[in-house]
C-alpha cells in the first residue's frame, strides 16, 4: 500500500519506487496553508489546513480536480514537505487514490466526507 514520506521534489524523483511529489509549488499542493492567518481568525493550525483541503475537493469545481488526483497519483507513494507525525494533505491525496474504485468524482467525494 503507498505511503506518505517527507522530503523535497528532487528527493521523490531520486527514489527508486513509484513516488509523486505533492507539496509546496506542485500541481496538487494544499493552497491552504498551516500558519497562515486565516480571514476570520488565528492562524490555521495543520489539521484546519488539511480538512479546508478536503472541503475544497468535495465542492463543485473541487470534485473534477479529486477525480484527476485520485487517477493520477493511485498506487503511488506520496512525498510532502510536512513533518510525518503532523497533519499533511498528502493524508487525503492518498486515501483518495488508494481506495477501491475507478476514481470517479461520486465515489470520491463519499470517501471525502466519511461514513453516513
Do not use: Q
Request: net charge positive; proline share 10%.
Amino acid at each position: 500500500m503507498p505511503v506518505r514520506l517527507r522530503g523535497a521534489s528532487r528527493d521523490a524523483a531520486a527514489l527508486p519506487t513509484a513516488c509523486a511529489y505533492v507539496g509546496p509549488r506542485s500541481r496538487y499542493a494544499n493552497p491552504f496553508t498551516a500558519g497562515a492567518r486565516s480571514p476570520l481568525g488565528p492562524p490555521l493550525s495543520a489539521a484546519e489546513s488539511v480538512d479546508l483541503f478536503a472541503a475544497t475537493l468535495r465542492g463543485p469545481v473541487g470534485r473534477h480536480y479529486a477525480a484527476r488526483f485520485a487517477r493520477a497519483l493511485r498506487g503511488l507513494d506520496l512525498m510532502c514537505t510536512c513533518p510525518l507525525d503532523a497533519p499533511c494533505h498528502a493524508d487525503v491525496l492518498l486515501h483518495l487514490a488508494n481506495e477501491p474504485g475507478d476514481g470517479t468524482a461520486l465515489r470520491i467525494i463519499d470517501l471525502l466526507e466519511g461514513p453516513r
